[in-house]
């Protein structure tokens, strides 16, 4: 006889494995086009790229090659001009700019280069600010940020504002701002931008470690290959271009 507690194993042992052959996102001819006549300019020019669940894909190319673009794109935050964008099987050019702001919020982290957070805010307050939007309980929200916080390392930090933190603190504080709604992707626009080359190390640790851990699906833009080689695969834009799509050294070792 099959218990509860079997048959819930085997549904989430089955769900992993649509998981795995099922992209997280796809995009599919994805073109994006400012501009007209010869003032045109092709930021995307006809790419396809999946991603699946439980990846850590790096991003690179130079300023303008298409990589920030791409990302907006998949954030919901810029529709391009022509192409299919699906999320999780989701036709997401069919949705209305509502429905996007909800797929937005219900299933994607973001992780800025700056860091956004709010100044004279609290770490606390700056996580919880999420689930504020969303309507969560003031005892929910308070518990799901202290628990974000620890996960990053920053208990007992959660009444320091930004000024009273190092820069690799307040990256810390965005990354669990963005891990407290719980989102399925993460996307990180150069993480380690601001930060030096020792700050920037654990914060590329603390996402292999979310990565591993969670199962957390990660886009991460950045224009360091040291740091893009703590991904488990490497996409290389050129003027529009996907030229370039490879694991990263310590998936081929």
């Given at each position: 006889m099959v218990s509860d507690a079997d048959q819930v194993s085997e549904r989430e042992a089955a769900i992993r494995a649509v998981n795995a052959i099922t992209p997280w996102f796809e995009l599919k001819q994805i073109s994006k086009i400012y501009g007209h006549g010869e003032s045109e300019v092709r930021a995307l020019d006809r790419i396809d790229l999946s991603i699946y669940a439980g990846e850590f894909v790096s991003v690179m190319g130079t300023s303008g090659s298409g990589k920030s673009t791409c990302m907006n794109i998949v954030g919901c935050l810029d529709v391009p001009t022509s192409g299919t964008y699906l999320f999780h099987g989701v036709d997401v050019g069919k949705l209305d700019r509502d429905q996007q702001a909800l797929l937005r919020r219900h299933y994607i982290g973001f992780v800025f280069q700056g860091f956004n957070l709010l100044a004279r805010t609290s770490a606390l307050e700056n996580v919880e600010l999420p689930l504020v939007y969303r309507r969560v309980a003031k005892s929910e929200r308070r518990e799901r940020a202290m628990r974000a916080l620890a996960e990053v390392g920053l208990a007992g930090r959660e009444g320091h504002t930004p000024a009273?933190?190092?820069?690799?603190?307040?990256?810390?504080?965005?990354?669990?701002?963005?891990?407290?709604?719980?989102?399925?992707?993460?996307?990180?626009?150069?993480?380690?931008?601001?930060?030096?080359?020792?700050?920037?190390?654990?914060?590329?640790?603390?996402?292999?470690?979310?990565?591993?851990?969670?199962?957390?699906?990660?886009?991460?833009?950045?224009?360091?290959?040291?740091?893009?080689?703590?991904?488990?695969?490497?996409?290389?834009?050129?003027?529009?271009?996907?030229?370039?799509d490879q694991p990263t050294k310590r998936m081929i070792a």
């Amino acid at each position: 006889m099959v218990s509860d507690a079997d048959q819930v194993s085997e549904r989430e042992a089955a769900i992993r494995a649509v998981n795995a052959i099922t992209p997280w996102f796809e995009l599919k001819q994805i073109s994006k086009i400012y501009g007209h006549g010869e003032s045109e300019v092709r930021a995307l020019d006809r790419i396809d790229l999946s991603i699946y669940a439980g990846e850590f894909v790096s991003v690179m190319g130079t300023s303008g090659s298409g990589k920030s673009t791409c990302m907006n794109i998949v954030g919901c935050l810029d529709v391009p001009t022509s192409g299919t964008y699906l999320f999780h099987g989701v036709d997401v050019g069919k949705l209305d700019r509502d429905q996007q702001a909800l797929l937005r919020r219900h299933y994607i982290g973001f992780v800025f280069q700056g860091f956004n957070l709010l100044a004279r805010t609290s770490a606390l307050e700056n996580v919880e600010l999420p689930l504020v939007y969303r309507r969560v309980a003031k005892s929910e929200r308070r518990e799901r940020a202290m628990r974000a916080l620890a996960e990053v390392g920053l208990a007992g930090r959660e009444g320091h504002t930004p000024a009273e933190l190092s820069g690799g603190q307040q990256q810390r504080v965005a990354i669990a701002r963005a891990l407290v709604t719980e989102p399925s992707l993460l996307l990180a626009d150069e993480p380690t931008g601001n930060l030096d080359s020792a700050r920037s190390e654990e914060i590329m640790q603390l996402l292999v470690r979310l990565n591993m851990e969670r199962s957390l699906t990660i886009a991460m833009v950045t224009h360091e290959p040291d740091m893009a080689e703590f991904g488990t695969r490497i996409v290389t834009f050129r003027d529009g271009h996907i030229i370039d799509d490879q694991p990263t050294k310590r998936m081929i070792a």
